[in-house]
C-alpha cells in the first residue's frame, strides 16, 4: 500500500465554484506551541471547541472544494485517523512526508502530482479565518487572472492581523502587485496562509526542502504575483497564548 496517494473518503461535494482542489499545509512540527504539541500535530490543537485543521476543511465545504490533498510528517498516523474520521464529504489524499520533512515550497513539488487542477488553493492548516460578506475563497477565484498571475495570496492589513507579532509581510500597488517588506521597515499587508496559485509556479522548483518564499520571489520579480485583501476575521493562531485571545475574540464577535 503506498502512502503517496491514499484515498480516504470518495464522497465529493456537486456543485460549488469551478475551483475544485486544495492543498492543506498540515506537516510542520508545531515547535512554536509546544507544550500542547509534545503528543499531537498542531493541526489538531483545538480551538474554538474544534482542532485547527477542521475550521480549514470547514471553510473548504463552504466554498464547495471537492478534493483536499493533506500533506503529513510530525505524528502523521494521529492526523490521518482523524482525517478518516472528519473527511465528512471531502475526498482526502495524502501526501506523506514522514521520511523527510519538505517546508511549504518543497511540500508543494512533492504534492503537484496529485493535484490535476490549475490554478488549485493552498491553505495553511494552522490559521483560522471568518468570511466577509462573501466567501474570501470564492473571491480569490474571482479575482484569479490567468493570463497575468502564478500566484494570488489573500492578505489581511496588519492592523486586523490579530494575534500576529510581526511587521508586516508585503506592500501592494493599485492592481494588486505585491512586492516584499523591506528589512526593518514596516510593511502594511500580512500574508493569511491563503493563497491560489498556478502548477506554472512549481517549474524548475529545487529538490528537496525548501520555502515557497523561493517561488514568491521569482513570481514578484516576474511580476506575476498579486495580492488580495481578506474582507473579514483573520487569526494567527500560532501559539498557545493565542488560543485563549481568538477565542476571546470570537466570542466577542
Known amino acids: 500500500m503506498t502512502r503517496n496517494a491514499k484515498p480516504l473518503s470518495l464522497r465529493p461535494n456537486a456543485g460549488g465554484p469551478p475551483l475544485k482542489t486544495a492543498m492543506v499545509m498540515a506537516a510542520g512540527l508545531g515547535k512554536r506551541m509546544r507544550p500542547l504539541t509534545a503528543t499531537r500535530p498542531k493541526p ?64 508543494l513539488v512533492k504534492a503537484g502530482p496529485l493535484i490535476e487542477d490549475d490554478p488549485f488553493l493552498v491553505v495553511n492548516s494552522d490559521n483560522l479565518w471568518v468570511d466577509g460578506p462573501t466567501d474570501a475563497i470564492r473571491l480569490l477565484a474571482a479575482r484569479w487572472n490567468d493570463a497575468e498571475m502564478d500566484a494570488l495570496l489573500l492578505l489581511v492589513p496588519l492592523a486586523r492581523a490579530h494575534c500576529h ?13 505585491i512586492r516584499r517588506r523591506a528589512h526593518g521597515r514596516v510593511a502594511p499587508f500580512v500574508y493569511t496562509g491563503i493563497q491560489l496559485i498556478s502548477h506554472r509556479l512549481l517549474a524548475d522548483a529545487p529538490a528537496g526542502p525548501f520555502s515557497t518564499n523561493l517561488l514568491w520571489d521569482k513570481a514578484i520579480e516576474a511580476g506575476r504575483c498579486y495580492g488580495f485583501v481578506h474582507q473579514g476575521l483573520w487569526f494567527d493562531v500560532g501559539t498557545p497564548p493565542a488560543i485563549a485571545r481568538t477565542e476571546t475574540l470570537l466570542a466577542d464577535g
Not at 476543511?57 to 490533498?69: M, N, S, Y
Not at 510528517?73 to 514522514?98: N, P, T, V
Not at 507579532?165 to 502587485?177: E, I, Q, S, V
Request: glycine share 12%; no cysteine; net charge negative.
Open 165 to 177: 507579532n510581526g511587521r508586516g509581510d508585503f506592500h501592494m500597488d493599485a492592481l494588486g502587485k
Open 44 to 107: 489538531l490543537v483545538e480551538v474554538a471547541g474544534q482542532p485547527l485543521i477542521d475550521h480549514a476543511l470547514d471553510r473548504l465545504r463552504a466554498a464547495g472544494i471537492e478534493r483536499a490533498i493533506v500533506n503529513v510528517h510530525y505524528r502523521a498516523d494521529a492526523l490521518e485517523a482523524h482525517l478518516r474520521a472528519k473527511a465528512g464529504g471531502l475526498e482526502i489524499i495524502i501526501s506523506d512526508e514522514r521520511d523527510l520533512l519538505l517546508e511549504t515550497g518543497g511540500g
